[in-house]
T-cell receptor, first 112, second 115 residues
Framework: KQEVTQIPAALSVPEGENLVLNCSFTDSAIYNLQWFRQDPGKGLTSLLLIQSSQREQTSGRLNASLDKSSGRSTLYIAASQPGDSATYLCAVVSGGYQKVTFGTGTKLQVIP | EAQVTQNPRYLITVTGKKLTVTCSQNMNHEYMSWYRQDPGLGLRQIYYSMNVEVTDKGDVPEGYKVSRKEKRNFPLILESPSPNQTSLYFC??????????????FGSGTRLTVV
C-alpha cells in the first residue's frame, strides 16, 4: 500500500528565504506526482505535475524535483513571500489501479 | 472559466436526514472523484468514476453513494448521515483516469457538519 509522507508538518520562515518542502513515498512505481497548494477553507490549486519519466518541473519561483528510485520529491520555493503562506500537499498516482494517494501536507508560514 | 463547482459550500444537518452534495465540471473530463479531508488524516478518496455509469469505491466508501448519469455531474449522496461524516469534502476531476496526463482540478469544498 502506497504511503506518502510530508515532513515537516509545519514550517515558518522569514520573507525572502529560499525553502524546500519534502514529500516521500513508499512505492516507487508511480505514474506521476503532483504538488498542490491549499489556502485555509479553500480547495486545492495545482502547482506542478511531474510525470514518472521526468526529473523536474518549473513554474515561476517554484521548482519540483522527482527521484523515483529513492521515493522522494522536493518542492523548492525561491524568494518566499507572505502570499506563499498556505498548506502544500503532494499526491502520487501509483499501483495497478492507478490510485491517487495524498500526503498530509506541510503548513507554510512566511513572515513579513 | 474551466472549473469544478460544488454546492453547497456549507451545510449543517441532523443525523439521519438524507442529503446530496452536487459536483459539476465544465471541462469534459472523464474522471471524477470525491474526497474527504480530516485533520491529521489528509485527503481520503470516497468514490471515483472513470466515465458515465462507471463508478468504484475508494478508501472510505461506507455511508456514501454516488451516481454518474451525465459526464459533467457526479453527486455525492449521504443516505443517513452520522456525526462521523462531519468533514470537508472535495470533488475533483481530471481529463483521464486518475489525472495521469493532466493532473487534477479541485472544487472549492463543502464543509459538512452532522449534529
Amino acid at each position: 500500500k502506497q504511503e506518502v509522507t510530508q515532513i515537516p508538518a509545519a514550517l515558518s520562515v522569514p520573507e525572502g528565504e529560499n525553502l524546500v518542502l519534502n514529500c516521500s513515498f513508499t512505492d516507487s512505481a508511480i505514474y506521476n506526482l503532483q504538488w498542490f497548494r491549499q489556502d485555509p477553507g479553500k480547495g486545492l490549486t495545482s502547482l506542478l505535475l511531474i510525470q514518472s519519466s521526468q526529473r523536474e518541473q518549473t513554474s515561476g519561483r517554484l521548482n519540483a524535483s522527482l527521484d523515483k528510485s529513492s521515493g522522494r520529491s522536493t518542492l523548492y520555493i525561491a524568494a518566499s513571500q507572505p502570499g506563499d503562506s498556505a498548506t502544500y500537499l503532494c499526491a502520487v498516482v501509483s499501483g495497478g489501479y492507478q490510485k491517487v494517494t495524498f500526503g498530509t501536507g506541510t503548513k507554510l508560514q512566511v513572515i513579513p | 472559466e474551466a472549473q469544478v463547482t460544488q454546492n453547497p459550500r456549507y451545510l449543517i444537518t441532523v443525523t439521519g436526514k438524507k442529503l446530496t452534495v452536487t459536483c459539476s465540471q465544465n471541462m469534459n473530463h472523464e474522471y471524477m472523484s470525491w474526497y474527504r479531508q480530516d485533520p491529521g488524516l489528509g485527503l481520503r478518496q470516497i468514490y471515483y468514476s472513470m466515465n458515465v455509469e462507471v463508478t468504484d469505491k475508494g478508501d472510505v466508501p461506507e455511508g456514501y453513494k454516488v451516481s454518474r448519469k451525465e459526464k459533467r455531474n457526479f453527486p455525492l449522496i449521504l443516505e443517513s448521515p452520522s456525526p462521523n461524516q462531519t468533514s470537508l469534502y472535495f470533488c475533483a476531476s481530471s481529463r483521464n483516469y486518475a489525472g495521469m496526463s493532466s493532473g487534477y482540478t479541485f472544487g472549492s469544498g463543502t464543509r459538512l457538519t452532522v449534529v
